[in-house]
Structure formats: structure tokens, C-alpha cells
């Protein structure tokens, strides 16, 4: 892993395509992932981009975008008023390319700087994307958020496997971040759980009773139609297909998300969203069609 400090003009990226209906931004205190050789790194969408790989292999690389606090604070009035006039809300994504909490986050603290920045200037809505447990270490800052924001954190658990043969280790254990789920939620915090990429799952009664005790909602995401290509193209050129057909063939299809959505209703009521809609905060009713709602 080389990790090398840089700056940034703008931090606060102006949505297109498949984040434009959750947020009017997405910002990104890295560029690059060390948890590119874990298990969320095989399928994620990103190691796909040039503009941000360079030719440079995914989680080989980290970017420390050392000003990204100044660099929202110079600049969030204008993209606020920006989103404003759009006719929506000023809204956060943080993060669609990066991981917020990675270890190197509690050498440089970008995004607590953020954190802290986003307190003296907030946007409307702010939502916090991880697979880390780390996401609790900063709890104290999100109780002082929700005074001025809407806020929810989003945390990945692909499956209730700790262990998936095929593809590399979790960066932070299934139980690691149901744990650190239930911090969050004894705090106060919203917490919606991303089962994203949707990958095979052991026990689904059980997996979707446990995030009922320590989530407000679900979000499930199969790659096809979620790594940003209508038919999954992007993973299909990873391992992850390969590993999922292992173990559970159906689950590469989409009837297995709504099969697992069927099952998620019943412990989360009116709490489960699919694919885009869910991480835009859009649940779907008990008893609606998945496929034609």
C-alpha cells in the first residue's frame, strides 16, 4: 500500500447517474481504498474507473487529501446554493469511492475533519457509507450532527458468512459490524444496514431478525443493477460471480433479491429498500410487488 498526501480543489462532487436521486454530492477524503484486497474490494464498481485508478491496482494506492476540511468549508455555501436551485436539498454522500474509516483515517483524520466542518457549515442531509466497525469511533460527532442535519449511517454486511471461499477476507467481520450497528443505534444514531453486494446468505430468517434489533432499515443490493450497469457487466469481470455460483448458483440472479427482500419484510415492515431506492432513504410498503412498484 502506497499512501501519498495530496489536496483538492473541490471535495463536494456534484452527482450524476446513479447517486443523482440520494444526494446533490458525494465527497471523498480519499482517493483510493486500502481495503482493496479484502472482500468488499473484489466487487466494488470503482476499481473499474481509470480516472481514479490511473492504471494503478485497486487497494495498492491511497490518496490523503490532506485539505479536504478547507476545502468544504471555501466551497459549501456555493454548492449549497447550488443543490437549492435544483429544486432538492443539499445532501451528502460520503463516500461512493472511498472508504471513510479506513484504518489510515486515525493516522490523518480527513474525515473527522470533515465531520468537524460539516458541524460549523451542515448540509440538509448526510449520509455515511462504510463497511467499517471503525464507523463508532466518531460517535460523539454524530450525536452532535443530528442536531443540525439528518443524518444516517449506512453499514455494508454482505452476507452472515464470516467467511466466503473463493474471495479474500472481510475487512471488518460480519459480528464486528452488527456490534458496531447496535452502538450506533443505542446512541441515537440511524442506522441502515446495506446488504450490498447481496452475496449468499446461510441463515436469512435469522440474518434479517438480528438487524431488526440493531437497524432502523435495510437496503439490498444485488450487482446486477447495482455496480452501475443495467446487467451487472462490471462484475462479471470479478471474482465475486465466480465465489457467489459456489456456494448458491440462484444467487446470481435478481429473483434472489427479492426473495431475501420478501424475507427482510417480515422482521423490517415498511423498512426495506431495493437497490437505489433504499439508499435513497425509499422504502417500499408490506405486500407491494417488488419488480412493479
Not at 483538492?8 to 484486497?37: A, D, E
Not at 466497525?133 to 443524518?151: I, Q, S
Not at 435478481?254 to 419484510?265: H, K, N, P, S
Amino acid at each position: 500500500m502506497k499512501c501519498t498526501t495530496t489536496t483538492i480543489r473541490n471535495v463536494l462532487t456534484r452527482t450524476t447517474g446513479y447517486l443523482k436521486t440520494v444526494s446533490s454530492h458525494s465527497v471523498q477524503p480519499y482517493r483510493g481504498c486500502s481495503f482493496g484486497r479484502s472482500l468488499c474490494g473484489v466487487g466494488c464498481y470503482v476499481r473499474h474507473n481509470a480516472y481514479v485508478t490511473q492504471g494503478r491496482p485497486w487497494g495498492e494506492f491511497l490518496e490523503i487529501r490532506e485539505n479536504a476540511a478547507a476545502s468544504y468549508s471555501a466551497n459549501v455555501r456555493r454548492e449549497a446554493a447550488w443543490a437549492r436551485r435544483q429544486g432538492g436539498r443539499f445532501g451528502i454522500f460520503l463516500s461512493s469511492s472511498t472508504e471513510p474509516f479506513l484504518p489510515q483515517e486515525f493516522r490523518y483524520g480527513v474525515t473527522r475533519g470533515l465531520l468537524l466542518a460539516m458541524l460549523e457549515e451542515p448540509p440538509d442531509v448526510l449520509i455515511l457509507q462504510t463497511h467499517s466497525h471503525r464507523v463508532v469511533k466518531y460517535a460523539e460527532l454524530y450525536t452532535e450532527l443530528l442536531k443540525k442535519v439528518e443524518l444516517r449511517v449506512h453499514l455494508s454486511i454482505e452476507t452472515d458468512r464470516e467467511e466466503v471461499p473463493g474471495l479474500p477476507p472481510h475487512a471488518s467481520s460480519v459480528e464486528q459490524r452488527l456490534e458496531a450497528a447496535r452502538a450506533l443505534k443505542s446512541a441515537g444514531v440511524p442506522v441502515v444496514v446495506t446488504v450490498s453486494p447481496l452475496l449468499p446468505i446461510a441463515a436469512p430468517a435469522t440474518f434479517f431478525e438480528r438487524f431488526a434489533e440493531v437497524a432502523d432499515a435495510v437496503v439490498i443490493d444485488h450487482f446486477i443493477e447495482g455496480d452501475g450497469t443495467p446487467d451487472g457487466r462490471r462484475t462479471l469481470r470479478t471474482g465475486l460471480p465466480e465465489a457467489i455460483a459456489a456456494l448458491d448458483p440462484e444467487a446470481l440472479e435478481l429473483d434472489y433479491r427479492e426473495r431475501m427482500a420478501q424475507v427482510a419484510q417480515r422482521y423490517l415492515p415498511g423498512r426495506v429498500g431495493i437497490s437505489i431506492d433504499g439508499f435513497a432513504g425509499r422504502w417500499r410498503e408490506p405486500g407491494v410487488a417488488w419488480r412493479d412498484a
